[in-house]
Each structure stands twice: as C-alpha cells, then as structure tokens.
C-alpha cells in the first residue's frame, strides 16, 4: 500500500514537473532574460545620450529618467512573472486580484504618506527639480544627489553620509548646481584701507585666476564688483561674486580666497580680526586722569 501511495506521488510529480513545472521554470528563465535585457538596454542607451546631448544638464536629467524607467521596469517583470508562476502552481488568481482590489483601498486610506511620497516624486521628475549630481538642501539636509525615485531621493553629503528622503516630506528643493552658480565673496578690510584701491586688487586677482588655464573653462564671467556693502564693527565688507560652471563654484572660490591673502599680504592690506577699541570719554569740565599701565615685572632666572 505503501509502495503505491509513493508510486503514484512519484507519477504525479514527473506528470507536474513535465507540464507545469516546466512552465514555471521557462517563466523563471524569461523573467532572468527580462531583467538582463531592461539592465542592458538600459545601460546601451545612456551611453548613447551622453554623447548625442547637448548640455551637461540634460544629460543629468536624462540619467534620471533612465533610473526611473528601470526600476518601473524591473517591477513590472517581476509582478507579471510572479502572477503566471502562481497560476501554473495552481493558485487561484481571481480571489487574490478581488481581494487585491479591496484592499488597494483600504490601504490606500492607511498609506496616505506613500501616496505623496510617489506623486510628489512624479512632479520633481515633471518639472526637473532635481537630478542625478545635483547638490541640493531639502528638508534640512544637503549632498549631491545619487538616486532620485518615485519615492525617495538619495543624498551623500560631504563627509560620505547617506541620506534618504521621502518625497513627501520634500515642501521646498534648493539646487546649488542647475544652470550656473556664483560663489559670493564678503572681504572685510580695515576701515582706514582705500576701498577704490581694495576693489580694483580683488578685480586684478579675479583676473588672474581666469587665465590659469586649470580654472579658465570654470569661471564663466569676470568678477562682478556689488561694493562696500556694510560697516561692520570692526570692518567694511565688500560683496563681489564670480559666475562659475554648475559645482565648480566652491573649488573656484577656496582659489580666489587663497589668492586673496597671500596678495592683501603682500601689499599690506588689513584684513581685520575681532578687537575693541576702549574709550574712556572727557568729562565737561577738566580732563579725565590718565591711565597708567604697569607693565609686567620679567621673570628672574631660578637659582642654583
């Protein structure tokens, strides 16, 4: 009795893995071959942009798109591949779409959050907020920008942290690097320096910085002189900035600064540090005393 019960358990599963589960492995094989072509393809067409488009921006936008057609792809597979395996295992898919109906609703009202998160994801994409090497601040963090999905937006700051951020809770985007940037530069000087003569060294300097051939292709415009800006309390600030390429704006900007010292050195322009100036005021009548310093005693040698 024995001996048939594992006779005809051995028959049934020669006669399913010959039907069915040759199916399932064929669907298993075409969902492997699927993913490799959406990888490939994928990979074939962005170096086919990124030398057949125009501007370094469209290139980031484009990379961006890319990264979202392959994950919906993915996706889409992998769900059309799992409901076929289930259907040749021998699972009834009509109850589980009818349930998947009601409860797509009912979780629609609980996941409220992810719902914003892809819509407000779709928009970013829409509108080309944010790509792919952009450095951005949103939601209080900032890094250059390393995925950008439906739902999230990857970012690795300057001291290689990742941050992860819901689109949903993403209410304002401040890219750095779209376009252009300048870098804005707030010299303190002395107030008995000649500011005219301070302005025309910081153009000089400027000027300089872009025939160096290692920062020329950077700056995209000569430095633009604002002025003398504010009277600080120890300083007069004059307010220039300089239009750079998209995140070249920082490398050209430590440059200019570096420059900047070692030649307010050289001519012996004063960049001023915190100090006060004590005044003890004159009384109406007569002369206020006269303020005696005692100066430190030197020290005497220890003796032997």
């Not at 030398?51 to 769900?79: C, M, N, Y």
């Not at 002189?225 to 995140?247: E, H, N, W, Y």
């Amino acid at each position: 009795m024995a001996e048939s019960y594992v006779t005809q358990f051995f028959e049934r599963w020669v006669e399913w893995a010959t039907t069915s589960g040759l199916r399932v492995l064929i669907i298993a094989l075409m969902m492997v071959v699927g993913l490799a072509i959406v990888r490939r393809a994928m990979d074939r067409f962005q170096k086919v942009y990124e030398g057949t488009l125009p501007s370094e921006a469209q290139v980031k936008r484009a990379t961006t798109l890319t990264h979202v057609i392959r994950d919906v792809a993915r996706v889409v597979v992998l769900a059309m591949g799992g409901m076929m395996i289930l259907s040749e295992v021998g699972v009834d898919l009509k109850p589980i779409l009818a349930a998947a109906g009601l409860g797509g609703l009912a979780v629609g009202f609980g996941a409220q959050s992810l719902v914003k998160d892809v819509i407000t994801g779709f928009f970013i994409l829409l509108e080309d907020s944010i790509r792919v090497g952009d450095v951005v601040e949103i939601a209080g963090v900032g890094g250059v920008v390393e995925e950008v999905k439906l739902r999230t937006v990857t970012l690795r700051d300057l001291s290689g942290n990742v941050h992860v951020v819901p689109n949903g809770v993403i209410d304002k985007v401040k890219n750095m690097t779209k376009l252009y940037a300048f870098y804005l530069f707030e010299v303190g000087i002395a107030y008995r320096e000649d500011v005219d003569e301070v302005m025309a060294v910081l153009r000089d300097i400027a000027d300089e910085l872009r025939q160096d051939p290692q920062f020329s292709e950077d700056i995209l415009e000569p430095l633009e002189m604002l002025g003398v800006d504010q009277f600080a309390d120890s300083a007069v600030i004059i307010k220039c900035r300089i239009k750079t390429r998209p995140i070249k704006q920082w490398r050209v900007g430590r440059e200019m600064n570096r420059r900047i010292k070692k030649t307010f050195d050289a001519k012996g322009i004063e960049i001023p540090f915190p100090h006060q100036t004590i005044y003890w005021g004159e009384p109406k009548q007569g002369t206020p005393p006269p303020l005696h310093v005692a100066g430190l005693q030197p020290a005497q040698p220890a003796s032997r």
